[in-house]
């Protein structure tokens, strides 16, 4: 069955912040992490006959250096028209501190839909070693505790896998992932990186003379081994975790985001 486009914005929403709001560490990169905040564009690149005819929309998000780990928020606001000339505003706002050795995350996502809320869960991940296995405890919606399998891992380590394993040539990973954007705990992650584009000069001096990647990544409900993936991605990655050029493929439609503004954020540790 195939989603409404309102239904499938609301969905890729929440894996959407997962993506964008994390900066590699670790794992043999040779840049340094970039703490920054950046705004991005979002305009509608195709439409696939469904119930979207028109769709804007901005993004923010900070990634701060918080010593012991990093702090995220990111916001997302979309607008959408359908075919009936009805303007439908999505909001999502997510909010994340992960340690900086990958074990433990703590998470807060709310999503609205014309003021009205939508969606929210609240709560904190712990993995036993690195990649898993462990748990997360859910205090909204419901208090509840789900196992997470072995191999997760949490939104940075994912975006710093992704990126080693770009930078040594590897072209295909299987990742699961678990980033608190819903209730049903881990999902399942593809990844298809096309390259490791040599260093060149950018308009933004954090990004100047630094390697980077374009990647493809589609989500997948680990609960229901789903074949046909819930949300599809790509960007263009630097090596410092910065991500541009991005195409969010929600079913119906798809849209465009550019970075607008980029500002390097000081490290304070």
């Not at 590897?170 to 954007?181: C, E, I, R």
């Amino acid at each position: 069955m195939r989603l409404t486009a309102t239904q499938a914005a609301a969905l890729a929403l929440s894996a959407y912040a997962s993506i964008v709001t994390a900066p590699a560490h670790g794992a043999g990169l040779n840049a340094a992490l970039a703490a920054h905040r950046a705004i991005y564009t979002l305009t509608l690149s195709s439409s696939r006959g469904g119930d979207v005819v028109a769709a804007t929309g901005t993004m923010g998000y900070e990634v701060i250096d918080a010593c012991d780990g990093w702090a995220v928020r990111q916001r997302l606001s979309m607008t959408l028209t359908n075919t009936e000339g009805q303007a439908i505003q999505m909001v999502s706002d997510y909010a994340t501190w992960e340690s900086k050795d990958g074990l433990k995350l703590r998470f807060h996502m709310k999503q609205t839909t014309d003021t009205a809320v939508t969606s929210q869960t609240d709560g904190d991940a712990k993995l036993t070693k690195a990649a898993g296995p462990g748990d997360v405890h859910y205090t909204v919606p419901a208090d509840k505790t789900l196992p997470l399998p072995p191999g997760t891992l949490f939104p940075m380590a994912h975006t710093s896998a992704i990126l080693a394993a770009a930078q040594a040539g590897k072209k295909f990973l299987a990742l699961p992932l678990f980033d608190g954007t819903d209730d049903s705990g881990g999902e399942d992650s593809f990844v298809v990186a096309l390259d490791w584009k040599k260093p060149e000069a950018n308009k933004y001096p954090l990004l100047s003379n630094l390697p980077s990647t374009r990647v493809r990544l589609a989500f997948f409900d680990h609960a229901a081994k789903g074949e046909v993936p819930t949300y599809q991605v790509g960007m263009r990655y630097w090596s410092n975790g910065v991500a541009d050029n991005l195409q969010m493929d929600f079913g119906d439609f798809v849209m465009d985001a550019k970075m607008a503004e980029l500002t390097p954020l000081p490290h304070k540790c």
